[in-house]
Nanobody
Framework: QVQLVESGGGLVQAGGSLRLSCTAS????????VSWFRQAPGKEREFVAS????????FYADSVKGRFTISRDNIKMTVYLEMPSLQPEDTAVYYC??????????WGQGTQVTVSS
């Protein structure tokens, strides 16, 4: 079993920045991809960004492309999401998702990001 712990959320004003972290509870050698999703009140959960664990390939939703940056630290088993220039529409609970090559998937508990105007 793997637990994902997210941190770094909070309340910021528009234009502010946050850095989210997602750390796995143990070392894993079969990680395929780690992703960030978000879910705003009354909306479906949506993809934000992903990173390939081995090659580091990144993908972004159009809504955050050029603004957010996903990165990883393989030693620390941690994935980061740098979020500068936050806007009220970025307000959501942000979730970390880990996909293994076996097909298993794990989700974190989520961290709240609130951007005030």
């Amino acid at each position: 079993q793997v637990q994902l712990v997210e941190s770094g959320g909070g309340l910021v004003q528009a234009g502010g920045s946050l850095r989210l972290s997602c750390t796995a509870s143990r070392s894993i050698f079969s990680i395929d991809t780690v992703s960030w999703f978000r879910q705003a009140p009354g909306k479906e959960r949506e993809f934000v960004a992903s990173i390939g664990w081995r090659g580091g390939s990144t993908f972004y939703a159009d809504s955050v492309k050029g603004r957010f940056t996903i990165s990883r630290d393989n030693i620390k088993m941690t994935v980061y999401l740098e979020m500068p220039s936050l806007q009220p529409e970025d307000t959501a609970v942000y979730y970390c998702k880990l996909d293994l090559y076996s097909g298993q998937t794990y989700w974190g508990q989520g961290t709240q990001v609130t951007v005030s105007s």
